[in-house]
């Protein structure tokens, strides 16, 4: 779909996007110039700010949600380690760990990470090191999703986010094997794996092989290798030092896969519902010219698919998340914005004809996943 005015051998990406990639692995696809909508929507925006006094960053409300959900993680975490002594004390409060650290990963860190939090480039830093808190690498992390996934979303071989190698099979322009016939049932119980595999495995082969998938990075600097070591060893006292001193090996093991299995599956649950389902759109470039069909912004919104607008709940305790089209469009906004900004965004995309999609709560975008992994599993189904 193009309007007016878009055609084009592309463009730098615009400011809004989460971060400007630095490396480029190959030559990366070209989007076209941007058009009327991108302008309108951007002017809109920008309206929609200055009439309603908001702020887009440093929001009160932002803050008062993060000590809420920190001081919550800590109380977890003491009831835990030292009050816990039975199981049926133990399974809750390790569901709840897990919960409470999703939730810290969708609002502070997502929104640090995506430089969303504050204006204060430190203030966003330090947000973006919970990710380093719960055992995985800020840096890898802004490289695979705020680069890769955020510049190239749902391409296959570019989009990092969208690559399980060979255990899945997210995307019709990706091999099918025999085994993902089955991957509809398979994969939610590896997704809760996600979090052990950064923990213990991917961050190390990522930096070391300078390598995010099929995507070349940049080698750590100096301050970017500190943090990661740092981070792992803060992470790995606080999931084993300490509870050692106070439980058996056998039940600080089980708390920690109870409470990674759950932190692993909110996490890949919630970011797949975005983007791996039946209503998503996965272009390719053209092979000979490596021109995508749509500019950047429209190619975010066809790609993308909110859900669960209308829940004060959800969009409290995902950080926003379920808002992922204006998020995709205005990642340094905070996320507290989206759901009123939402509708200057849809309202502008019906006027210029382009799709807007949203699931109407998180149960029917999880079917929605659930039927598109069955799909990719058995069939050889061609892109939208």
């Known amino acids: 779909m193009r309007f007016p005015g878009q055609e084009g051998k592309g463009f730098r990406l615009m400011q809004e996007c989460a971060t400007t990639a630095r490396f480029q692995p190959g030559p990366p696809p070209k989007f076209a110039h941007p058009g009327p909508f991108q302008a309108e929507l951007k002017r809109r925006v920008d309206a929609w700010f200055e009439e309603t006094g908001r702020r887009r960053r440093d929001c009160p409300e932002m803050y008062l949600k993060s000590a809420i959900l920190i001081g919550a993680f800590i109380a977890i975490y003491v009831a835990l380690v030292f009050w816990a002594q039975t199981w049926w004390q133990v399974v809750p409060l390790a569901i709840l760990m897990g919960l409470s650290t999703a939730s810290i990963g969708f609002n502070v860190q997502h929104d640090g990470g995506h430089q969303a939090y504050s204006d204060h480039k430190w203030i966003n830093r330090l947000a973006a090191l919970a990710m380093d808190a719960i055992g995985a690498s800020s840096y890898v992390w802004r490289w695979k999703h705020g680069v890769f996934h955020h510049t190239y979303t749902n391409i296959a071989g570019h989009d990092s986010d969208i690559d399980l190698g060979h255990w899945g099979r997210l995307s019709p322009n990706q091999p099918r094997l025999p085994f993902h016939r089955w991957q509809h049932w398979y994969l939610w119980p590896l997704y809760g794996l996600m979090v052990n595999r950064w923990e213990f495995w991917t ?14 990075i940049p080698r750590p600097t100096l301050r ?10 803060f992470f790995f006292t606080l999931a084993f030092g300490l509870p050692l001193m106070r439980h058996p090996l056998w039940a600080v093991f089980s708390a920690y896969l109870i409470f990674t299995m759950v932190l692993g599956l909110t996490l890949s649950v919630v970011f797949q519902l975005a983007h791996c389902v039946q209503e998503a759109e996965f272009p390719l470039p053209s092979r000979d010219s490596g021109d995508m069909e749509n500019t950047w912004f429209i190619h975010q919104i066809e790609t993308t698919v909110d859900f669960a607008r209308g829940s004060r709940v959800a969009s409290w305790l995902l950080g926003g998340l379920n808002f992922q089209i204006e998020h995709h469009l205005f990642p340094r906004v905070c996320h507290v914005n989206y759901p009123a900004m939402s509708k200057v965004v849809e309202q502008t995309c019906r006027e210029f004809g382009i799709r807007y999609t949203s699931h109407a709560s998180v149960w029917s975008g999880i079917r929605s996943h659930y039927v598109w992994l069955r799909r990719m599993g058995r069939e050889d189904a061609p892109a939208h």
């Open 224 to 233: 970017d290798t500190a943090v990661l070591i740092v981070g792992k060893i």
């Open 203 to 216: 961050d190390f082969e990522n930096v070391i092989a300078g390598r995010v998938g099929k995507q070349k």
